[in-house]
């Protein structure tokens, strides 16, 4: 049985240009952590910007010009996202764990996607 299916990538694209953040966001979306466990890191002083520590979590952060570093390493700054739009094919489950060893789940169809 061969499926034909298509999926659609697209980078989102804001359509304001977000110049400044929290800083607690800025850790969150950065892949550091939550956004709940920045504010901890945040508070125990591990977070600095420009070389200075700060304590506050909804300090506003630029992301082109400030240098954030979490323990002493600087950060990169927020990870790109990146969107799959895919009409599920007949005979597939809409889950990430297999319900049974073999069920197929649409993760199958991701498989070589990087």
């Known amino acids: 049985m061969s499926i034909n299916f298509k999926i659609f990538v697209f980078n989102h694209k ?13 850790l969150s979306s950065s892949g550091v952590c939550s ?6 890191i945040i508070f125990d002083g591990k977070v600095s910007v420009n070389g200075k520590t700060t304590l506050l979590p909804q300090t506003q952060v ?11 390493k600087p950060l990169s700054g927020p990870e790109k996202k990146v969107y799959y739009i ?19 789940i649409i993760m199958d169809l991701f498989a070589g996607v990087q």
């Open 14 to 26: 804001s359509y304001k240009k977000v110049e400044s953040m929290r800083l607690n966001h800025y």
């Open 35 to 40: 956004r709940r466990k920045a504010d901890e």
């Open 62 to 72: 630029s992301i082109e010009k400030d240098i954030i570093t979490v323990n002493g």
């Open 86 to 104: 895919l009409n599920k094919p007949k005979g597939f489950q809409c889950s990430s764990q297999r319900p049974n060893p073999r069920a197929k």
